[in-house]
């Protein structure tokens, strides 16, 4: 997951300093390119990890100061230049892949042969966006949706109010009224438009049913972005003595808690799937101890659970078993990015037991209430992941 962010730092670093309003040299051009090349490998390695391009550019409208505003427009313009054009040319290129090309599945979610540019739906999940009470938004784990939901409105509507008045008492604005409004302007139209651009891989996916954190981690970081603007205009009605202790607080607390509350989950994780692991060791030990031929391991689990995860437990479970080398562990499921339910897959997955080489073992998977065709020299664990309290 770092490395499309590195990209895409990279990037956004290589048109930062560039002589926009003289006569480029050719020196300076190829920054311009190898911007492109940085951009449009983060996207091969994660194409929505790349969309914090926007969120970079939207911090440089915030953050910039206004009677700059002609020099902020111009990098900003050829910023999102870059970009939209790389992020054309990946899309081109995804688009033709997939539909002439394909050699492996795609999860649906990712499938560019067939975005969505269905305007109404491009409306409503625009509106979703905009719910900062649903649980896309809800990036700190163990805190209260709805007490996050308050707080980004607070920052982000509060900061815009405190970011009027001080800019209606500038000097800028008192000096430069009717220039200072129309750049004003631009710069809102500016924020809407990253915004939207930052929220592009979520747009135009052909499916929301793979909807986590790192494919919303574009919109997200925008609107990091504009919550960490929204707490700085809230500090202006401080004190300039006590104004940047206020705002190094604030962040200080934000980021104690979400590091506290990612220890504690991510602990929590390992330590259940710890005792997962546990429990299928136990299973197969249990199993093979009586005598018993074991050519197939099949998972029941409730549909509420991710079922491919199944197949690095059983093999983690059989190497600790068997020792590493002496087991090989094959998928007979309905494969990852496959379209269709896995209860309609018994023939497939009947004729991929039946190939097995003897050194093979098949894993295999149903939910609670679908059947599903036994086999010969198959052990049953019923078992599924619980919400565990932290």
Not at 84 to 93: E, K, S
Request: with cysteine.
């Amino acid at each position: 997951m770092p490395v499309p962010l590195l990209l895409v730092l990279l990037g956004y670093r290589c048109l930062q300093g560039l002589p926009r309003y003289s006569q480029q040299s050719s020196l300076d051009r190829r920054w311009y390119f190898f911007s492109a090349i940085f951009i449009f490998l983060a996207m091969l390695a994660y194409p929505s990890m790349a969309f914090l391009f926007p969120a970079l550019i939207l911090t440089k409208l915030l953050f910039s100061n206004l009677s700059n505003w002609l020099e902020t427009r111009c990098e900003a313009i050829q910023e999102t230049m870059v970009f939209c054009t790389v992020g054309l040319a990946y899309f081109i290129w995804g688009y033709y892949n997939m539909r002439y090309h394909g050699r492996a599945p795609v999860t649906e979610a990712y499938q560019l042969d067939h975005p969505n540019l269905s305007i109404l739906e491009l409306l409503r999940r625009l509106l979703f966006l905009t719910n900062v009470f649903n649980d896309w938004w809800a990036v700190s784990p163990m805190s209260s949706q709805r007490v996050q939901g308050w707080i980004t409105i607070v920052a982000i509507v509060g900061g815009a109010f405190w970011g009027t008045i001080s800019f209606l008492k500038s000097n800028f604005y008192l000096q430069h009224g009717k220039q200072a409004v129309s750049w004003l302007v631009q710069v809102i139209v500016g924020v809407v438009v990253l915004l939207i651009l930052s929220s592009g891989f979520f747009l135009l996916m052909p499916s929301l049913s793979l909807v986590q954190t790192r494919v919303l981690f574009g919109i997200l970081s925008s609107g990091w972005v504009l919550m960490f603007w929204g707490v700085c205009r809230w500090a202006w009605i401080f004190p300039n003595t006590v104004r940047e202790y206020m705002i190094g607080s604030v962040f200080c607390l934000f980021f104690l808690v979400q590091g506290t509350q990612a220890n504690k989950v991510t602990m929590v994780n390992a330590i259940s799937h710890a005792e997962y692991l546990n429990l299928d060791i136990t299973a197969i030990s249990n199993y093979l101890a009586k005598g018993n031929e074991l050519r197939r391991i099949h998972f029941i689990i409730p549909k509420s659970n991710y079922p491919y995860d199944r197949f690095f437990m059983a093999h983690a479970a059989l190497v600790k078993i068997l020792g590493r080398g002496n087991v090989e562990v094959k998928w007979c499921s309905l494969p990852r990015g496959y379209q269709g339910e896995e209860i309609n897959h018994q023939a497939d997955m009947l004729a991929c037991i039946s190939n097995l080489s003897n050194s093979e073992i098949a894993v295999t998977y149903s939910y609670e209430s679908d059947s599903f065709k036994a086999t010969k020299a198959m052990l049953v664990i019923k078992n599924h992941y619980q919400e565990h309290n932290l």
